[in-house]
């Protein structure tokens, strides 16, 4: 009997051993460097960051509370309202069609085997390891209104040679287009990943059935690759959002005021005007627009992929 009573206590003192203190203390050693990095360069200049909104203050130094006067300010600012249109109509141009495209092209490439497979793929990701200044020197000189290669079909389309970027309604689909370009390479490369872990013995399996290319595709690739494209939208929002660069250097010389988004809003307020406090405002509105956006698409789509 006592046998018995001693195995069957055995497994609860094995349990409550699992997490005794020297475990628990290389636990908090191992991740204190993380969280201590973390903690300053993103909780403690966000938390300022929120602070200094609600202050008249320059960029750099002292100011004055004034609580929520910054927010009023900027709900009743009209270049605030062009920034965030602007910035959400690019997102509409480039999010989707980036993961479609990014899906569709890797579906090509993980047909491909050996050195076609990795050369194609390497082919289209060169493009994202480009810094933004060389984009936008290739792009610029494809797109001149005098000597540009791409002027050929625009003026056979157009009947005449047009300034791309000094059009304003060509300007953000033109510029949702290069970026298009420019990062589809790092949606590909995710997308291979997640098609390389589907088991070929799946296929295999639904061909002996019958199954035709669309029906694989319906029934096994698509039901299967979808954490792979929520994690593609989430991570092509949240760097949509924050866009700056293309728009910056693709407007210059331009109507600025009519193509800014947020990010230069926020260029333009803090570091142009040195006002810290408004800048900061603009900062905080972008930065809860990007989580509640990003929370409600992951988990809309996590549901919808659960069902």
Not at 139 to 149: E, K
């Amino acid at each position: 009997m006592a046998d018995i009573q001693a195995a069957a206590g055995q497994p609860a003192r094995r349990k409550r051993s699992r997490y005794n203190r020297s475990e628990v203390g290389v636990a908090l050693l191992l991740v204190a460097p993380f969280v201590v990095v973390y903690g300053l360069l993103f909780v403690w200049p966000t938390l300022q960051m929120i602070w200094l909104s609600f202050h008249k203050a320059p960029l750099i130094g002292a100011g004055e509370w004034i609580g929520l006067d910054n927010y009023f300010r900027l709900f009743g600012d009209r270049l605030f309202g062009v920034a965030f249109w602007n910035t959400a109509y690019f997102v509409l141009l480039s999010v989707i069609p980036s993961t479609l495209l990014g899906l569709a092209i890797a579906l090509g490439v993980n047909r491909l085997k050996g050195w076609a497979q990795s050369l194609v793929l390497a082919c289209f990701f060169i493009p994202y390891i480009l810094p933004v200044s060389v984009v936008y020197r290739i792009w610029g000189w494809m797109f001149d209104s005098q000597f540009g290669i791409l002027q050929y079909p625009i003026s056979w389309l157009t009947g005449g040679n047009i300034s791309v970027f000094r059009t304003l309604p060509l300007f953000m689909p033109s510029v949702a287009f290069i970026t298009i370009w420019w990062l589809v390479g790092f949606n590909v490369l995710l997308f291979v990943a997640g098609l390389r872990n589907i088991s070929s013995e799946i296929y295999e399996a639904a061909q002996l059935d019958g199954a035709t290319r669309w029906q694989q595709f319906r029934r096994i690739t698509w039901p299967l690759i979808w954490p792979v494209t929520v994690l593609v939208l989430t991570i092509q929002l949240i760097l949509q959002f924050k866009i700056f660069d293309q728009i910056y250097l693709f407007g210059q010389g331009g109507r600025t005021d009519a193509t800014m988004g947020m990010v230069q809003l926020i260029f333009r307020n803090a570091f142009q005007k040195n006002q810290g406090g408004y800048g900061a405002t603009v900062a905080v509105v972008l930065f809860a627009i990007i989580v509640i956006f990003s929370v409600l698409q992951y988990q809309l789509l996590r549901a919808r992929g659960e069902k």
